[in-house]
């Protein structure tokens, strides 16, 4: 599995995460939610994944990795999230903040640059589901409208995806590696955020019930249907670990996915640690410098 590189510049940006761990380890963590509406979200969310076996087997899925009633208590998402490309030689470093409800996410950025030699930064990010900002406004990578959410998106499944608006589609058992896992692909309704033609096919193993893998698509600032054909990406999900009773994978690696259904060329990995599903979300950090860059949707000006 490729690694990070190691450059001069990491220990100021290790210093820096030591710096952040240590501010956090002092907040007060996020108030408790109402027990009725956990309930409330925890049966409606059961009845949307009730509908057909495939929304059953990520049922199963999520109860494996903690269950609704523990992902709809916890307030809050927060790690540092790592990620990688190397045809796009990049890499990027944030701590991000995520509303679980509102899907509300600011990310602190501390490294940025080319695939084997990123470069601390003081900068910042959000995403308020319409508007996307990033200051300092001459920083160009990462792009908050499509890493604002998407890094909290890949860690938080299989949990996000019982929200509304998702469709499940049972597969046929697949080999990986050995080993034989049960499939479902998971596609959006029309006008479900702004990449409806994502897709996530999930590796559920047959006795752990754990996320092992998925294959995703990415139709971001592409002007394809919900469910279209596109290019896969095979993620593996690894170093699974239990945080405040939802338990997540810490280390990713993603691999072409040959129309011969072959695991293909190395393309992209990604690390999480830091992880907390308690720490308090401060609205303040949602608002922009007045000198923030924003962000257009895809095909806008």
């Known amino acids: 599995m490729p690694r990070p590189v190691k450059s001069a510049s990491w220990p100021l940006a290790t210093a820096a995460v030591l710096a952040f761990g240590l501010l956090w380890a002092c907040e007060a963590p996020a108030p408790d939610p109402d027990v009725d509406d956990v309930q409330r ?24 990795h903690g269950g609704l009633e523990a992902w709809y208590r916890a307030p809050t998402s927060s790690y540092t999230w790592e990620y990688a490309n190397v045809g796009a030689d990049l ?9 679980n409800r509102s899907r509300e996410v600011y990310h602190d950025l501390l490294l940025t640059g080319s695939w084997d030699d990123p470069d601390p930064v003081d900068a910042r990010f ?9 200051h300092p406004p001459e920083i160009e990578q990462p792009n908050p409208r499509f890493w604002g959410i998407s890094g909290y998106y890949f860690q938080q ?6 929200d509304p608006g998702v469709n499940y589609e049972l597969l046929p058992d697949e080999e990986l590696d050995g080993t034989t896992y049960q499939m479902v692909r998971c596609y959006f309704d029309a006008g479900v955020g702004e990449s409806p033609g994502d897709s996530y096919t999930l590796y559920v ?11 995703y698509t990415v139709s971001y600032g592409r ?4 469910g279209a054909d596109l290019p896969e990406t095979l993620f593996y999900y690894d170093d699974h670990m239990t ?3 939802l338990t997540t994978a810490t280390s990713y690696r993603g691999y072409e996915f040959t129309q011969a259904g072959a695991r293909g060329e190395f393309r992209n990995e990604a690390f999480a ?22 962000v257009p949707p895809p095909g806008s000006r």
């Open 273 to 294: 640690d830091s992880i907390s599903f308690q720490r308090p979300f401060d609205p303040a950090r949602m608002e922009p410098p007045d000198d923030a860059r924003y």
């Open 157 to 162: 499944i299989p949990f996000v995806l019982a």
């Open 41 to 64: 979200q925890v049966q409606e969310a059961r009845e949307r994944l009730q509908v057909n076996e495939g929304g059953q087997l990520v049922l199963r899925a999520i109860e494996a």
């Open 91 to 99: 890499r990027f470093k944030s701590f991000l903040v995520a509303d």
């Open 223 to 226: 002007d394809v249907p919900p």
């Open 205 to 215: 193993h047959p006795e752990t019930g754990r996320v092992e893998a998925i294959r």
């Open 126 to 134: 959000a995403w308020d589901g319409e508007e996307a900002w990033i």
């Open 243 to 245: 945080v405040d009773g």
